[in-house]
Each structure stands twice: as C-alpha cells, then as structure tokens.
C-alpha cells in the first residue's frame, strides 16, 4: 500500500501547504471564515444540528473543518 502521510511545509509559520501541489490547505487570510462559509452554510449544518444527526467526511485534514464543526454545535 502506498504511504497516506502527506508532505507540507508552513508556510509564514502558520498555514499548511502541500508540498506536491504547492496549494495552501485553508485561505490564508482567514481559513475559519472560509471553513463557516463553504463547510457549515453552504451545507445547511447549522440548522440540521439536532441529536442523532451525524456527519460523514472522507480525509481529515489540518481537523479545521470538524473544530468549527464541534464550536458551532456547542
């Protein structure tokens, strides 16, 4: 099986990019905000939230998506 592990360096100390595709994993100026728009509202979560509901997500990732995730339903 071929290796999962993903190489990236940082760039400004602060924002993962991939080494292969020299592509930054969130927008620079503010990937929460980005994360909220194109992640939570542009599938409606907000107002799914509701015991039981469940999320499925292929790839994790820097975890940004599930963080903001987590801090919108609590």
Same mark, same amino acid.
């Given at each position: 099986?071929?290796?999962q592990q993903t190489e990236l360096?940082?760039?400004?100390?602060?924002?993962p990019v991939s080494t292969r595709f020299d592509d930054p994993y969130f927008? %620079?100026?503010n990937?929460?905000?980005e994360t909220r728009h194109v992640f939570l509202n542009g599938n409606g979560l907000p107002d799914r939230?509701?015991?039981?509901?469940?999320?499925g997500? %292929?790839?994790f990732g820097t975890g940004l998506n599930f963080l903001t995730?987590?801090?919108c339903w609590d």
């Amino acid at each position: 099986m071929k290796s999962q592990q993903t190489e990236l360096t940082w760039r400004e100390g602060r924002v993962p990019v991939s080494t292969r595709f020299d592509d930054p994993y969130f927008n %620079l100026d503010n990937g929460l905000a980005e994360t909220r728009h194109v992640f939570l509202n542009g599938n409606g979560l907000p107002d799914r939230f509701k015991p039981g509901f469940q999320i499925g997500e %292929l790839g994790f990732g820097t975890g940004l998506n599930f963080l903001t995730t987590v801090l919108c339903w609590d």
